[in-house]
């Protein structure tokens, strides 16, 4: 089957999403992995056919979409994603995909993050910088070590992050960076930055506890999730190895 390239995803998106040039170079450079030559396997894999099943995609974002209505009905608007589960079951995958629709279909700033990234950021060894085109008001995102500077880019402190984004994704996080996460919910509840996170602490009840053991997060946060949270918990075997679900 042929692979979907970087060009034929964004002739798609132009045709069916009407996404423009703004849009486009936003998601392209919002700090998704990028390899030698200048591809982006998460956004390709994500945005294929063929690689997450079609009965993943149908099952999670249908439930996405009823978490995201039962919000909605309540008064709130959603604003935070958690995708957990075991490993290797296409919740990276699948929240890149939200994370490109989104951007695309509400034209909103993407920002891509791994958990060691937002850790840096939060701790100050990593520097996060960013540059918006003149013309087009695309805007290109760095992560550098601290102290790196690149004339004409501004350097975001952590504590505006959610003011520059729409949406940020923070992939894979950690025990290690719950602290720095709790931070950016409290930010990107006012500011209404969508926070989407993949993670292996499962199932997403940890974040919140349960009556037997208090979560992960503080009672601030937690308030905040169970007001605009969505929580799916992703369920199946690793498909790293070719792994199938019976
Ligand atoms: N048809 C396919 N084409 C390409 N890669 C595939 C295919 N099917 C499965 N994979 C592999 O399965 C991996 C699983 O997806 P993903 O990385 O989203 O899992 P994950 O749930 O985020 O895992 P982890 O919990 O380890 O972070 C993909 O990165 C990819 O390498
Ligand atoms: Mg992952």
Redesign the pocket.
Known sequence: MKTLTLNDLKRFLEKTADCDSRIWNSLVNCNLPKNRKGDIP?LI?AM?K???PQEYTRTYFNEIKRQEEEIREKGFKPLFLILS???????????VKYLAIKTVTEKLYPLFLTNDELLGLYNGSLELQQFTDDITYAVETKITPSRTHYEFWERIPFTAITKFYDIIMI??LEEDAVPALEKLILQAYDTETFIIV???IAPPSKFIGTEDSPGLLSEKAISRLLECGIAVH?VGT???R?GRDE
């Open positions: 998460l894999k294929s063929n690689v997450i589960g075991d490993i290797g079951n296409y919740k990276t995958l699948m929240g992939d894979d993949t993670t292996n992703v690793d498909k790293r070719g």
